[in-house]
């Protein structure tokens, strides 16, 4: 299948390991022009190497979503070039675990700043592009928080939710134009993310973290965490041609982990 992907540029945030970096890979190997955007500028020029090497197109920013002023003068820098973008990935990072109930004010407004303010805002400077082109996808990594909360990662439940009901607003504003806006839920993918998260759970649990790894793959119908090219494979059809009438939907790409309807 010719996902239409070839000549579109790609914004792809937190592409410097795990999540985001499959799927800059993937867009990549279908055609497109992708930016990689982290905070660690050694880690994404080593994955824009490994993409040249493979013949893809790919360049790096580096953006810091928790500072409001850098990523704003890098995605201004990047707009001024005047190519603009097809395709935004807005993919961060997530809070550190804990009790809701502990989680102090200042905690809930700089988490707000960087996995909420930050998207919007990043959105918001590439859509007008978007829409004059008459062409856009903009798709949003949440979390199965979002559906079925997860114990231990309130913050994350919490603000992860936020997005899902901004995205299928601004789904709706945007859909005559030709813009797609989607959400996508991985489940226990094997990232370092979720190997930081077996690993808290096993020191408070007081035992390991291949033992926590396995209890979750029963949990699991399909038996094993999902491979992170599997994820972005799911990610890259919905940024293509072929999901033009796709929109406002939240997709879940779990191993059936998810329990409701």
Known sequence: MNLGLEGKRALVLGASRGLGLAIARSLAAEGAEVVLCGRDEAALQAAVAGISAQGGRASAARLDLADAQQRRATLEQLLAQGKGFDILINNGGGPAPGAISAVEPDSWRQAFESMIVALFEVTNLVLPGMRERG???????????????????????????????????????????????????????????????????????????????????????????????????????????????????????????????
């Open 135 to 261: 062409w856009g996808r903009i798709i949003n990594i949440v979390s199965s928080g979002v559906v079925q909360p997860i114990p231990n990662l309130g913050v994350s439940n919490a603000l992860r939710a936020s997005v899902v009901g901004w995205a299928k607003t601004l789904a709706a504003e945007v859909a005559a134009q030709g813009v797609t806006v989607n959400a996508v839920i991985p489940g226990r993918i094997a990232t370092e993310r979720v190997g930081q998260l077996d690993e808290a759970a096993a020191k408070r649990g007081n035992t390991t973290a291949e033992a926590v790894a396995e209890a979750s793959r029963k949990t699991i119908p399909m038996g094993r965490y999902g491979n992170p090219e599997e994820f972005a494979d799911t990610v890259v059809f919905l940024a293509s041609e072929r999901a033009s009438y796709i929109t406002g939907s939240t997709v879940r790409v779990d191993g059936g982990m998810i329990r409701s309807i």
